[in-house]
């Protein structure tokens, strides 16, 4: 099997995480040769980036020289996520970009699907009928209930237990240890607050916090 080379784009912790995600799917089937990390900016890389594996800036995704055929994003933020894509995929256009799927994810093969870009995280459970959809982010440790639903460029951190039936929409955070009960709808662009356990649904681009969830700023 060809090993496809995939550049990460971001050099900071979360980009870190991803390249050891990478190195433990080698483990099991040799896929992938690490290229490097690709920043947006090469003046704003700080003390907490890997600069010394830094490919460059994303001037090389026009190279004639490039050294990757394959990328993913090693960012945690959904609206960066999203927006780095469409401007990396107006560049080059020919760049695959795979689902990266840690060997100990749990998960029905026969009907979960993980989509262009997704990025599945160490310890995850996703049981029957899970859809993550391109470039969404679900780090560690959550679990997906039955016909969830992730949308494109959602970011679920650590610890996150979606109950089953829910519809998370595009664009959304969900910040660690929250919960999301059964058959509830996120809407695009909102943001769940970290431990918040939600009860209903939430609006487009409304951010709930606590337990119960509620809109950020109500009584």
């Not at 780090?139 to 109950?163: D, F």
Request: glycine share 12%.
């Amino acid at each position: 099997m060809t090993r496809k080379r995939l550049a990460i784009v971001g050099a900071g912790g979360f980009a870190r995480e991803l390249r050891w995600l990478v190195s433990e799917i080698n483990s099991s089937a040799e896929k992938f040769e690490f290229s490097g990390f690709v920043v947006s900016d090469l003046e704003r890389l700080g003390s907490r980036d890997s600069q010394d594996s830094v490919l460059g800036d994303f001037s090389v995704f026009s190279s004639s020289r490039l050294t990757f055929d394959a990328i993913a994003l090693g960012i945690g933020s959904p609206k960066v996520r999203v927006d780095m894509a469409r401007e990396i995929r107006r560049l080059n256009p020919n760049l695959e970009w795979p689902a990266l799927v840690h060997p100990s994810v749990k998960f029905d093969a026969a009907t979960c699907e993980f989509q262009e870009g997704a990025v599945v995280c160490a310890g995850v459970i996703a049981t029957v009928h899970v859809t993550v959809a391109p470039l969404a982010l679900v780090n560690l440790a959550c679990t997906l209930g039955h016909e969830t639903v992730v949308g494109a460029g959602s970011v679920l951190n650590p610890t996150v237990n979606v109950s089953g039936g829910a519809r998370i929409g595009e664009r959304v955070l969900v910040g660690t240890g929250a919960q999301i009960l059964q058959y509830l709808a996120i809407g695009d662009d909102a943001v769940v607050g970290a431990g918040a356990v939600v009860t209903r649904d939430v609006a487009s681009g409304q951010t709930v916090v606590g337990v119960p969830a509620r809109p950020k700023g109500s009584g």
